[in-house]
């Protein structure tokens, strides 16, 4: 039997821009005004548990099947590592009995590596090997909330991995740091017996001025470097393609083409904003040729759609946050239909084959399969008199046709 397309989604809300990010911007500080919020709660744990109640109650009222968070977002800000390890663990015993009661589960944990001062310089890039060991240590401690919790797999967003001059920076010392990081994440995967995806998520030019994991193909070449190639996939961000200079659906499909395609972070950042605005996606078209993509390459494993959107800062009224993720998951649910007619109609796939028919031909195969080299092509060529003229595309009247499923 086929998936209904809520398996095919599997929507997830983000903590963080819901229940822990107060409406600041680069100009101007706090315009939300929440219970759980430290302006209204004395007692930071009591906020925490608070809090949790509130996401627990919206996730079940949108029936979103998942959630996503980072630990930051959910315990509160201790004093030293301690704190923070032992108010995250109380607070999994709280989600824990929430996931129990509701069936809601979770799509992926993180560590905050970027929020907090001390990851100014970086976290697993970070000059100081305090900052290094800090980082690690905390990466343990999520990596172990998660698996308690069941989580189906465990990101890593580069957030401060990232210089802002190279007359003071060492590249190679600094990703042979990060190389290390990630190996000992994937060990650790192992040692515990997580069996879900461990996920880095590229971002280019913000917050540091030149990111480590600036794109999908940026990452690749890091991963085939430190050797984590088949241990580590993916997680792609709407905003951060177009950041990057691309678009949602090229990142989509060059992950696949690598095979290193995780799970998605559905959000818009418009064309002209140099900038991460993580609006919630409003644009069908382009979601529509993102799903396209993920279905064509076998839809999501582990993988889902988490909306990594936040209400812009004027949206005073926290219902807001119930209208936003209902739009939301309209525009996902319609952008995916118009894919899986595409997928269907076969018109696209049909114009693929033919457009690299020429290579079933024996010949032309064996020249990839390391049967000719450059002196037998040559004769080839001369002896068949090959003389190729360019060959149609077909490309207005094929984005024109996408347009028809939408
Ligand atoms: C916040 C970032 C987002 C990322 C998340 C995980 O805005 O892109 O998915 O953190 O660290």
Request: charged residues 25%; negative net charge; aromatic residues 12%.
């Amino acid at each position: 039997m086929g998936k209904t397309m809520a398996e095919h989604l599997r929507f997830a809300v983000a903590y963080w821009h819901n229940f822990a990010w107060p409406g600041g911007d680069p100009f101007g500080g706090q315009t939300f005004d929440r219970p759980w919020f430290p302006d209204r709660i004395s007692d930071p744990m009591q906020g925490a548990k608070l809090k949790a109640d509130v996401a627990f109650d919206m996730f079940t009222t949108l029936g979103a099947p998942y959630f996503c968070f980072h630990d930051a977002d959910v315990r509160p800000e201790g004093a030293n590592f301690a704190e923070n390890t032992r108010n995250l663990e109380e607070i999994t015993d709280v989600f824990a009995g929430k996931m129990e009661q509701t069936g809601v589960k979770l799509l992926w944990g993180t560590a905050n590596l970027f929020s907090h001062r001390r990851f100014m310089s970086g976290a697993s890039t970070n000059p100081d090997p305090d900052v290094f060991a800090f980082s690690a240590a905390t990466i343990k401690t999520c990596m172990d909330a998660t698996h308690r919790l069941s989580g189906e797999n465990y990101v890593l967003w580069g957030g401060r991995e990232g210089y802002e001059t190279l007359l003071n920076t060492d590249l190679k010392r600094e990703m042979d740091q990060m190389g290390r990081m990630l190996n000992m994440v994937v060990e650790y995967k192992h040692k515990i017996g997580f069996k879900g995806m461990i996920m880095v998520e590229p971002k280019p030019q913000e917050p540091s001025k030149h990111q480590y994991d600036f794109d999908v193909a940026t990452v690749y070449g890091f991963l085939q470097k430190y050797g984590l190639e088949g241990e580590v996939t993916m997680n792609l961000e709407q905003g951060h393609a177009i950041l990057a200079g691309h678009s949602f659906e090229h990142e989509i499909a060059l992950a696949q083409a690598l095979g290193v395609f995780g799970s998605i972070d559905m959000n818009r950042n418009d064309y002209q904003s140099g900038w991460d605005t993580d609006q919630f996606p409003n644009n069908v078209p382009e979601v529509a040729l993102a799903y396209y993509h993920i279905l064509r390459g076998g839809g999501f494993t582990s993988g889902g759609t988490n909306f990594d959107a936040k209400l812009r800062r004027q949206s005073l009224d926290a219902d807001d946050l119930l209208m936003a993720h209902i739009g939301g998951m309209d525009i996902c649910a319609r952008g995916f239909k118009a894919a899986a007619a595409m997928i269907e109609d076969a018109t696209l796939e049909n114009a693929v084959q033919q457009r690299y028919a020429g290579w079933n031909d024996t010949q032309a195969r064996d020249m990839l399969a390391g049967k000719m080299d450059l002196t037998s092509i040559e004769q080839h060529v001369r002896s068949n008199d090959i003389n190729p003229e360019p060959r149609s595309g077909r490309q207005e009247y094929l984005e024109n046709l996408v347009n028809r499923f939408v």
